[in-house]
């Protein structure tokens, strides 16, 4: 069993800690979300009338 003698080891490692946390926190927040998919236009609509003119043009429902 070795004794560590650096008296600022725990500090350095704290801050290295948060570091990765920090980094890894960052990662995940750029990240884009997954895009919803609709497999009939039904399911569409039932969620919201005006979702389909912002995919498919605003005369989709004429």
Known sequence: MSVNTNPFANY???????????????KKAQQKPQRKMYTTMDAMLQECVFLGA??????YIA
């Open 12 to 26: 350095t490692l704290s801050i290295t800690a948060q570091y990765q946390d920090t980094r890894a926190g960052l």
């Open 54 to 59: 912002t995919r498919f043009g605003t005369n």
